[in-house]
């Protein structure tokens, strides 16, 4: 069993910066490939970004490429979203997930464990 908790959400200005952190516990963190989820006010949950378990593999939706940076660090079991240019439409709850292989997907229902989210709101 993994346990994930987000941390560093908040209030933020359009064209500011944040970055997430999720802490893992329980299993070994470092064989799981790794994602950032978001669901905004009345839509589903979506992908944003997912990272291999070397990190050296990312992957990124369209519409946070460019913007968004997934990186983790297996020594702190902690994975990162830095997120800059933030727009209104960033507004979401933002999940951490991990599956239980090194496969990376977009697929909300591949990833065995999920966090409990940080709010994230971009004003304008």
């Known amino acids: 069993q993994v346990q994930l908790i987000e941390s560093g959400g908040g209030l933020v200005q359009a064209r500011g910066s944040l970055r997430l952190s999720c802490a893992a516990s329980g299993r070994t963190f470092s064989p799981y490939a790794m994602a950032w989820f978001r669901q905004a006010p009345g839509k589903e949950r979506d992908f944003a970004a997912a990272i291999s378990s070397s990190g050296f593999t990312t992957l990124y939706a369209d519409s946070v490429k460019g913007r968004f940076t997934i990186s983790r660090d297996n020594a702190k079991n902690t994975m990162y979203l830095q997120m800059n240019s933030l727009e209104p439409e960033d507004t979401a709850v933002y999940y951490c997930?991990?599956?239980?292989?090194?496969?990376?997907?977009?697929?909300?229902?591949?990833?065995?464990?999920w966090g409990q989210g940080t709010q994230v709101t971009v004003s304008s």
């Open positions: 997930a991990a599956r239980g292989n090194n496969l990376l997907s977009q697929a909300r229902n591949e990833y065995d464990y």
